[in-house]
């Protein structure tokens, strides 16, 4: 199957139709994510989280990433890759970063663009260069702005963004003005308030993916273990107020495994419908 291109996907938004896009973390859960032919496929650092048991994305050793989108990408379907970049694999210089940018377009060409969280562009120089750097090298880029999980700690936590000040919202305008003049093709926008999320995205001609940004970004993005309900201390009090949980997928497996298990104790599985005959001769043969 063909994948989506960046152009595909600019068609889409030009002609207004809404983008979707998932995360997924491997194999599995890539194959469920590529049957709903979703516009995009988000290898999201979040995996450290959802799935690799880390309480934070800034745990996550890039090894163990580029292992998940390898994973992620032997899924077929027509779903455009998009690969985060993590924590500790471009902050430390321009040089290291983009090698580690071409790693990780390396692992498959189905990986077409890089996702790479950006503070406000009075601040964060260090990263619109980075950016600025992939972009010029034809790598490219979606940035990612408002409330960014791997700056959590300077953000002061999890917390809505653009929403303190008049200069807040301006701040977070010109920050998206200045990603796309300096070549990202669509910028992702988490947890900010939707009026803000709805004017950056009407100023600006590339497409806006949103997460807690509201109905009028050009697309949104949600995590599938929040949304399917997968992960292990998934409870509806602890997901944040813009996912929508659709399925408690965690609670089915274990009841399933629980009686799984119940049956094995019992004596109840295997049943001989799960078990393989043998022709009576050659029992005979063998006892004889
Ligand atoms: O890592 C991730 O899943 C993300 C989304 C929340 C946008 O960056
Ligand atoms: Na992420």
New binding site residues.
Partial sequence: VRSLTIADIKDKYMNGMPLTMI?AYDYLTAKWVQETQSDML?V????AMTSLGYTS?TELPFEEFKYHVASVTRASGSSMIVV?MPFGSFEQSYSYGVANAIELLKINPKVTSL?IECGNHDRDHYTIGFIRELCERGIPVMS?IGLT?QRANSLGGFKVQGNQSANDILSLYNTAKYLQKIGCWSI?M?CIPYKVATFITENLNIPTIG?GAGNGTNGQ?L?ISDMLGLSPDNNLQSLPRFVKNYDQLNSVAIKNLKIYKDEVEQKKFPSIEHSFKLKETIWKDFLD
């Fill in positions: 995360t988000l999201g650092d979040s995996m994305t985060d996702k990612h999980p992702l988490e997460i993005v995590v």
